[in-house]
């Protein structure tokens, strides 16, 4: 069945194309500065709806072919202006559409595709954050959740620069989902150990949802989303490449990426390959922490067809990183400040295609999607041992979800839609099985209302899930760190699981314009979360602690309010949020009254709980004067249960704070800056009944750099030094923290790119 399905996406576009009858609609104008008239060159005109863009000329005209009839948005950017997004009817054949752009000197918001509809950020009753590809290029770190913990609200639990998960308000691993371009992924997320699977090189941005967004992804986005966008095609009838490499020397680690991308008039493609190789960090006393060296090879393709009738788009994306673990038989075993992995290292592979298509179909619009995603995980030991392998597992996962959007007003805009999944999962001839051979399907139908009354906008949603989760009888897996065969002496036992789950999700928020500069946005949203295999089926040791599945567990389930303000001009915006969500049946881990039969100690097992956890964040941005930026922003949250104990992997509440100075440059250094940075991580003293308490550290960052113009080339330099004191000490969401390990030192860094 998933086989024909994909064979109908592939060759859907040919089908289309073939019955499409041939238009040429197009917008076209001229882009000009707001206050002195003139005109405006080398603008981005981008409909992301369409993955369709392109630039203005010299004399600030612009013009884009071959576009639907219907209700469109387009976004015009450009460097120290404030972004234009424009929505448009396009009911003729030629429509124009002049823009006037105004300077501004603080960040502006973009269109924003995770929340349902294309939309800017503005309109959304929902919350959505972006880490825009200027500040990813910017973020001087191999550490993917380093660079998303920047943004308030969202930190990162570590085990070193390779391994690590985010959390979003209080929450994390499974209660949070990944997408990749939309496609939500699947990767043995269920551990501080197994990190998702993603590639953030040549992201367009990344987007963040901070609360429950189960009412659009299903089980596991109770906490959040997160959504890797991936970088815009060329623009029309144009061809673009570069390379850039970043040296750190925490890791004497080299990261290298090369892309190239071209477009048509019709059609566009690209290509990206990156390579990356760390040895051990050093922390601020200078020591090596070993096995902390990871190595990754990752290569990304697209291609597609943008015609009026629709678009379609194929993408594959492949990653193959080698993550080292750092655990008490590790320690002993490897000689720290190495750079191959040959000892107690994961060694992981992802394979991902997706095909995301949209017709139009009249006034209406019809959004097919489906991915495929083989994800191996393979966790090999001591080679000296009698087993060198000890975890061997595949997980495959067929996902599709398909969108159909009304005929939408000035005011109005409606979708309903369906998602699946089907994923099984294989256990091979190593001895540890993490988690079991089993199978799980999916399936869930939901509708979206957005609607506009004078000054308000309003959000409406519902969606229903059912989840079929089959665990045929086997023997139950152990998750024994120990040599094999060592631990045998205790019971066999054996698991069998057949469950069933439903759900219902709703949402409603509403966006408040109280006046030009200021708006506020309320939401109260359910959400939900299916337990996972391991907090089902575990039976074995986790480290040195025997840990037991419960079977009869129940879905968490959530009800979050949330309360923002956004005020913004030329020179300044600030944004306030604060949050209340009350989960019922909090699933997590704690001790019973019944001996371990492996390591030592009691048995741990699954319980639930309920819980409630409340903070917010504040981000101020000012400039002052045509020069400076300066920016400051305080996270914080509270996790407790009902029975009074503290939620595990809840963050120190923390102030960043930030100036940027930079000048106009000259014929050869264009755009020069300096920033100095301060981070402040206030005491943890709450911590939860498995955890320890975290003092207070501070961390400066100093960072320079230009784009360079040598002839016909653009290039950039960027050095940066993170951690300028070498600052000794143990973030509370360090997973290295129970071994006595500290997080890194001091890293300097480089990073030169070349823009073809």
Known sequence: MIRYILAILLLLPQYTYALGEIKNNKISGKITDFDSGTALPGVSI???????????????????????????????????????????????????????????????????????????????????????????????????????????????????????????????????????????????????????????????????????????????????????????????????????????????????????????????????????????????????VPN????????????????????????????????????????NLVNAGNRKNNRWYQNLTQHLISSRNKLFLGNYKLELNAAYQFNQRRLNGNPESTVFRLVDMDLNTFTYDSKLYFPSSETTEFLIGIQGMHQSNTNHEAPNHIIPNAQIDDFSTFALLKKEINTVGIQLGLRYDHRSLYVPEQEAGGHSHAEPGVHDDHEEETVHINRQFDNLNASVGATFHLSEKLLMRTNFATGYRVPNLAELTQHGLHGNRFEEGNANLDPQKSLESDLGIHYHTRNSNIDFSAFYNKIYDYMYLAPTDEPAPEGTGFVYSYSQQDAKLYGGELAINLAPVSFMKFHTDYAMVIAKQDNGERLPFIPQHKLNTSVRLFAKGNQVFDAPFISLSWKHAFDQKHPAKFESKTSAYDLIAIQTGTDIKLGKYQTSLLFSVNNIFNEVYIDHLSSLKPLNFYNPGRNASVKFTVHF
Do not use: C
């Not at 299903?218 to 906490?223: K, L, Q, R, V, Y």
């Open 46 to 288: 981008f409909i992301p709806e369409l993955q369709k863009g392109t630039v203005s000329d010299s004399d600030g005209n612009y013009a884009l072919e071959n576009l639907p009839n219907g209700k469109i948005k387009v976004q015009f950017s450009f460097v120290g202006y404030e972004s234009s997004i424009n929505t448009i009817s396009i009911t003729k054949e030629n429509t124009e559409l002049n823009i006037s752009m105004q300077f501004t000197s603080v960040t502006t918001q973009d269109i924003v595709v995770s929340g349902g509809f294309p939309s800017a950020q503005h309109e959304n009753a929902i919350k959505i954050s972006v880490l825009a590809k200027e500040d990813l290029k910017r973020l001087s770190t191999p550490s993917l959740g380093e660079k998303l913990a920047t943004i308030p609200g969202v930190d990162v639990i570590s085990r070193s620069p390779g391994v690590s998960t985010p959390v979003i308000r209080g929450l994390s691993l499974n209660n949070i989902l990944f997408l990749n371009n939309g496609v939500r992924l699947e990767n043995f997320q269920f551990s501080t150990d197994h990190p998702f699977l993603i590639n953030e090189e040549g992201a367009d941005h990344i987007e963040v949802i901070k609360g429950p967004a189960s009412l659009l992804y299903g089980s596991d986005a109770m906490g959040g989303v997160i959504n890797i966008v991936r970088e815009k095609p060329a623009p029309a009838n144009s061809l673009k490449a570069d390379i850039s490499s970043e040296y750190y020397s925490v890791t004497q680690g080299l990261a290298t990426t090369v892309g190239v991308k071209a477009s048509q008039k019709d059609w566009f493609w690209m290509l990206r390959a990156n390579k990356q190789s760390h040895k051990d960090y050093k922390d601020g006393n200078g020591e090596y």
């Open 292 to 331: 902390t060296r990871f190595n990754s090879d990752g290569l990304q393709l697209g291609m597609g067809m943008v015609k009026d009738f629709g678009s379609f788009k194929i993408y594959y994306d492949y990653l193959q990183p080698k993550l080292g673990m750092t655990n008490e038989e590790s320690i």
